[in-house]
């Protein structure tokens, strides 16, 4: 599989919703500047990612040929005032659930995807 290919691959809403008992979302995270509340992410493991899971210690890498089965849970987190504290990953997505899921819902889709989508939509009305 290319580097290329591989960035295109998107999570599964449906799928991941097999996964877990916590909300799973098909869509961005309602966050922008001006709402920076802590909030979790599904997102496929890619190359070059060389982290662990918060809950169960689990080594976190990219596994070739798992494509889209390969998520976790990843968690940016701000305090009251705004700042950011961080990032937690949860791995496997279920961790997520069995820490309770702290961070409430899973949103599944990157913001930059929807800029994107609106985008090319934009362009085939114009068309
Ligand atoms: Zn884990």
Redesign the pocket.
């Known amino acids: 599989m290319s580097f290329k290919s591989s960035r295109r691959l998107r999570v599964s809403a449906e799928k991941l919703r097999t996964d877990l008992e916590c909300e799973v979302i098909d869509g961005p995270a309602p966050f922008d500047i001006d709402n920076p509340t802590s909030r979790a992410v599904g997102r496929i493991v890619v190359q070059g990612v060389d982290d662990q899971?918060v809950?169960?210690?689990?080594g976190i890498r990219f596994r070739p040929g798992r494509g889209n089965n390969n998520v976790r849970i990843l968690a940016n987190l701000y305090d009251g005032d705004g700042k950011w504290q961080g990032v937690e990953s949860?791995?496997?997505p279920k961790?997520y659930d069995e820490a309770g899921a702290p961070y409430g819902p899973v949103y599944t889709m990157p913001a930059s995807q929807l800029v994107a989508d609106n985008k090319q939509a934009v362009q085939v009305a114009e068309m």
């Open positions: 899971c809950y169960c210690g689990e949860y791995y496997p961790c």
